[in-house]
């Protein structure tokens, strides 16, 4: 049943990406950490692998190759990862964030939580595509164009 239902709410992850990571033999990092449900907000404990740019959770630590991921998060989509205890109001917490999106986790001591935080961290910067020219913005132009369309209105 729990299968069903996570393949129709379509919570399994594409095997495109986690392909050609051999996350059974030798992460970057690994542990276990709490983390906090898409749709009920439960928080549940996962063994999460960090590999390549690939953040991965799986339901226990019994990790082989034939074993299939939970969930994948592409860690050079990330924009930040940084300490939530105040957000969660919960000790040991840290959030990793996306454009579209921030998760939660909780780690079993502060060591653990800095070194997933670090690890991450490193990943993020390791593995993110590099800013192209038409995505930079330029935000004296943006807001000189603003204040033009304001004079126009203020002055019809």
């Not at 051999?22 to 992460?27: D, K």
């Not at 953040?55 to 994948?72: A, E």
């Not at 807001?143 to 209105?153: A, G, I, M, P, V």
Request: with cysteine; glycine share 6%; aromatic share 12%.
């Amino acid at each position: 049943m729990e299968s069903f239902l996570r393949s129709w709410t379509g919570q399994d992850p594409n095997p495109d990406d986690y392909r050609n990571i051999q996350f059974w033999s030798n992460p970057e990092r690994s542990g276990w950490l709490m983390k906090q449900g898409d749709y009920l907000k439960n928080w549940r404990r996962r063994w999460f692998v960090l590999k390549q740019g690939k953040l991965l959770w799986f339901k226990d630590n019994r990790v082989l190759s034939s074993s299939i991921p939970r969930g994948v998060i592409p860690v050079g989509n990330c924009l930040t990862v940084k300490g939530a205890e105040d957000v969660l109001n919960k000790p040991f917490a840290f959030e990793l964030s996306t454009s579209q999106d921030t998760m939660y986790f909780i780690a079993d001591s502060e060591k653990e939580k800095e070194e997933w935080i670090n690890s991450i961290g490193r990943s993020i910067v390791q593995h993110s595509r590099s800013v192209t020219d038409s995505e930079v913005v330029d935000y004296d132009s943006k807001r000189q164009k603003e204040k033009e369309k304001k004079t126009l209105c203020f002055s019809k």
